[in-house]
Structures are given as C-alpha cells and as structure tokens.
C-alpha cells in the first residue's frame, strides 16, 4: 500500500506565473482534497475533488483549479501567482462512501513566490 | 458550519511532565474530530480520531483525548512527554455529510530536557 505522494516537494516562481503541483492518491483512494497552509497557520481547505469532479470548495478564488484523473491522481493549478501565494499545499486523499473515512496527507509542496 | 479554536498557540514543556492541549470546536451538526501532529518540514500525521462510541481515544504513543459535546472540547493530554513528542499539534472538524476538514491555527509544543 503506497501513501500520498507529492511533487515536487520546493518550488521557486515569480509573481504573475502559473504552477502545477500533483499528487498521488493512497491506493484505494478515490477522493483527493487540497489545503494551503501558509506560515505559522492550519491548513485551509481549497477543493476536493470525488470521481474526476469538484464536489467541494473553499474560499479560494477561480484562478485555483484542479484536475483529478481517472487513476485518482491530481493536479493543483494556481494562475497570476500572488506573492500571498507562498505557502505549503497539502494533498490529501480518503475513500468517499464509508462512514469512518479519514484523510492521509502527503509531505507538501513548499511554494515560494518572489 | 465548523470552526475550532486551540487556546494556546506554544505550549513548553519539560520532558516527562504532563501535557494538556486544549482544543474547542462550533458546530450546528455532529461531528468527527481529529489530531494531528506535523513535524518540521513534513506533512500531517493522524494522531487519533474520534467518530462514535467511547468518548476516550488513544493513539498509539500514549497521547489521549476527550470528546465532551457539552463543553464541545476534544483536548489532548499526554501524562509523560518526550524530547521526540516537539512538533506542532492541529486539532480538526469534520461535518457531519462533507470530507472538508476545518483545522485550528495549531498549537506548538516544545518538549525541553
């Protein structure tokens, strides 16, 4: 049984640019939720996406998207990096449909914007 | 909807004292209850849970928590914490129908020898 896994784990962008982060779900997994937590603060939920679509979502605005793939992978995409941007982005996966389901997150991406 | 509030955002303790981490939550639903524990430069790790049945939860490494609905608190305690227990401490919520967890700001525990 594989965990949760990100990458990359650090990345560097200039304000205005557009990044990726992805993650890989726990086997068995089909449920994928995504937290910012900026320094110094808990995690704030973005999205979550269930059976390849958003079934959920934070108060983040639209220029944060996502994709979750038929292999319950997923991608975080942030367009027109702010500097505020700059925080670690947790992915988190659970198995929907079950009463005593709970979240394993992965390592997080350590997002810098300069 | 949820919102959780840790009353102390550091807690320094010396090794082999007791610790209490005081967590309070809001909630017009029933509701899951979570910690978590993150390590510098790491992701978050369950620590326990509460879903139903015994109002007492234990981990695995001694650490406990009390789900009082009345004083709607789930604080953990620990009676003897150890260097290796330092890391940052999250309590979370989750409504009852929805898989968003809503976190509190954290609570810092240092461990001293």
């Known amino acids: 049984e594989t965990g949760v896994t990100q990458s990359p784990t650090h990345l560097i962008k200039t304000r205005g640019q557009q990044v990726t982060l992805r993650c890989s779900s726990q086997s068995g997994h089909n449920t994928v939720s995504w937290y910012q937590q900026a320094l110094g603060q808990g995690p704030q939920f973005i999205f979550q996406y269930y059976r390849e679509e958003e079934n959920g979502r934070g108060n983040f605005p639209p220029r944060f998207s996502g994709l979750q793939f038929p292999n319950y992978s997923s991608e975080l995409n942030v367009n027109a990096l702010e500097l505020d941007d700059s925080a670690l982005y947790l992915c988190a996966s659970s198995l929907s449909g079950t009463s005593a389901t709970e979240a394993f997150f992965g390592q997080g991406t350590r997002l810098t914007v300069v | 909807a949820q919102s959780v509030t840790q009353l102390d955002s550091q807690v320094p303790v010396f090794e082999e004292a007791p610790v209490e981490l005081r967590c309070n939550y809001s909630?017009?639903?029933?509701?899951?209850l979570f910690w978590y524990v993150q390590y510098p430069n790491q992701g978050l790790q369950l620590l326990l849970k509460y879903l139903s049945g015994s109002t007492l939860v234990e981990s695995i490494n001694g650490f406990e928590a009390e789900f009082n609905k009345s004083q709607t608190s789930f604080h953990l305690r620990k009676p003897s914490v150890h260097i290796s227990d330092t890391a940052e401490y999250f309590c979370a919520v989750r409504g009852g129908g929805s898989e968003k967890l809503v976190f509190g700001k954290g609570t810092k525990l240092t461990v001293n020898p």
């Open positions: 909630s017009s639903v029933s509701v899951y």
